[in-house]
């Protein structure tokens, strides 16, 4: 796949975000959930891919300013580095609640769809209106209630 250039900066195709961002979670089928990027020379603990908000931008459709408010941080923080550490909480859990949809649906863009339908579960609000709200951790625990049978 040929790289374009927007700007300078480099625009990543959906498909291979979306294999970065498996890689970066550990839960890709090509390697296994413990793949690290070796032992941290200090604690000597592995060191993980860090999620990069870049990556569930170009997946999800959403702006990196929208990202930022649905984890809590400032939109400059991501803007700066777009895996900035203290990020990393909330784009791991953003990235496994879209994950969980991937199973869920045929395409990240029915998940893009239907993150914009109001649910008549959510009060006729969207899935969206729940991140912006109310943030991931609302988000994702409604989508992980998908998995049991509720909301729709």
């Not at 860090?50 to 809590?72: N, P, Q, S, Y």
């Not at 893009?112 to 209106?129: A, D, N």
Request: without cysteine; hydrophobic residues 40%; proline residues 5%.
């Amino acid at each position: 796949m040929k790289e374009k250039k927007a700007h300078g900066k480099r625009n990543v195709g959906m498909a291979e975000a979306a294999k970065r961002l498996q890689l970066q979670l550990g839960i890709s089928d090509e390697e296994p959930a413990s793949w690290s990027f070796g032992v941290d020379r200090v604690t000597r603990k592995p060191i993980k891919r860090r999620v990069d908000a870049r990556d569930i931008k170009a997946v999800t459709g959403f702006t990196l300013a929208e990202i930022a408010r649905f984890i809590g941080v400032k939109s400059d923080t991501l803007e700066k580095r777009s895996a900035a550490p203290k990020a990393q909480p909330g784009l791991t859990k953003l990235a496994h609640g879209w994950k969980v949809l991937q199973t869920l649906f045929p395409s990240d863009e029915a998940i893009r769809t239907w993150v914009r339908q109001p649910l008549r579960s959510l009060g006729g609000k969207t899935p969206k209106w729940l991140l912006e709200e109310h943030g991931v951790a609302a988000f994702v625990a409604m989508v992980e209630e998908m998995i049991d049978g509720g909301h729709g």
